[in-house]
Each structure stands twice: as C-alpha cells, then as structure tokens.
C-alpha cells in the first residue's frame, strides 16, 4: 500500500484547508484509513479515522471542526479542515490499517498563524 498526501499549507486562524491522501497498490486490504497529527516536540497524534464501512471517529480536540470523509472510486481520503487555531500547526500524517501491516505516507506540513 502507497500514501500519497497532498493539501498542506499557511491558513490564517479561522480558516481552512482540505487534505487528500490516495491510496494505492494492495488497496483491497485496507479496513480503515485515517489522519494523525505531529506537531513541533511532540508525539503523533489520532485525529481522525474512516473504517471501510463508513463509520467515523474524530478526536475531541477536533471534533466539531474537522470532518473525515473517503471517495471509494478515487481510493481517496480527505480531512476537512475548518476553524482552524494555531495550535492545529503540525506535519499530518496519512495512515493505512489492514489486517496485517499500518501504513503511513510522508507527511504534509499545516501551518496556521496570522
């Protein structure tokens, strides 16, 4: 399985952004996908996760505020993003479950100040 996320970038506080993560390869295998965060010295952290059934799960610190959502054709993940406050700055990170092995792509840098 390859992640391939996309979408980071500056965001004035109160705004948003909208990150992509497309999978491929040995997609037939995921049972849930998701996002986690890692800010400056700190541990990665969950946000958000999809299961292949649809069932969602968001972080509280989020919760309100980011939205997880998947286009089953496009084999893609998106995390919306809204109100966003300077503590959401972290590199965030694209994560694939399967029976057997997690995956994770590169990385994509959001950064939120004025």
């Known amino acids: 399985v390859q992640l391939q996320a996309s979408g980071g970038g500056l965001a004035q506080p109160g705004g948003s952004l909208r990150l992509s993560c497309a999978a491929s390869g040995s997609i037939s295998s995921i049972n849930s996908m998701g996002w986690y965060q890692q800010a400056p010295g700190k541990q990665r952290e969950f946000v958000a996760r999809?299961?292949?059934?649809?069932?969602?799960n968001v972080a509280d610190s989020v919760k309100g505020r980011f939205t997880i959502s998947r286009d089953n054709v496009k084999n893609t993940v998106y995390l919306q993003m809204t109100s966003l406050k300077p503590e959401d700055t972290a590199v965030y990170y694209c994560?694939?479950?399967?029976?057997?092995?997690?995956?994770w792509g590169q990385g994509t840098l959001v950064t939120v100040s004025s």
């Open positions: 999809i299961t292949t059934s649809g069932t969602t």
């Open positions: 994560r694939a479950g399967t029976p057997f092995k997690i995956y």
